[in-house]
């Protein structure tokens, strides 16, 4: 009977058990939504020249946690905004989509200012590497559909400043 009686508290301790894991995994975690924060502005000129094309109001993203989270867990950003990376030298650089839920033109900037890439409409949450092609030191991003709309270019340059 004592047999018996340890058989039927081990089962159901057991159903106890699997019952309270898998309403745990029924919990979703969320993440708090981040807010533009604007450090600075960034000018873009057409061809080296005094002809400004557009501005935007930027965030920088310069240590290693700013660079590595970027624009992920916002829901998005005005049209006059956007991220500037800050590399501490000019090299190759990847960029992914991961958990970043909105579509990004990424604009690959060498050391001296001038556009050297693009990556349009970048699809959001999509983890494959988009690669700056040549090297490179600053990337902004802006909204997806931008850089077009805006008519910015390979050869444009770039200022930008703090607040």
Do not use: W
């Amino acid at each position: 009977m004592k047999t018996i009686y340890k058989s039927s508290v081990i089962l159901m301790a057991a159903a106890l058990l699997l019952f309270s894991c898998k309403e745990e995994s029924k919990k979703t975690i969320t993440t708090q939504s981040i807010d533009f924060t604007h450090e600075g502005d960034a000018t873009i000129f057409l061809n080296a020249s005094d002809t400004v094309k557009t501005k935007f109001n930027i965030e920088f993203a310069e240590t290693d946690y700013e660079t590595q989270t970027g624009l992920m867990y916002r829901k998005g950003m005005e049209d006059n905004q956007g991220m500037l990376f800050i590399f501490p030298d000019q090299r190759m650089h990847s960029f992914y989509m991961k958990n970043t839920e909105f579509p990004l033109d990424i604009i690959y900037i060498k050391e001296d200012l001038k556009i050297a890439s693009f990556q349009e409409n970048a699809q959001p949450l999509n983890e494959t590497g988009l690669s700056s092609q040549v090297p490179i030191k600053y990337v902004l991003e802006i909204n997806g559909g931008l850089a077009q709309e805006l008519g910015l270019s390979i050869g444009d340059s770039i200022s930008f400043s703090r607040k």
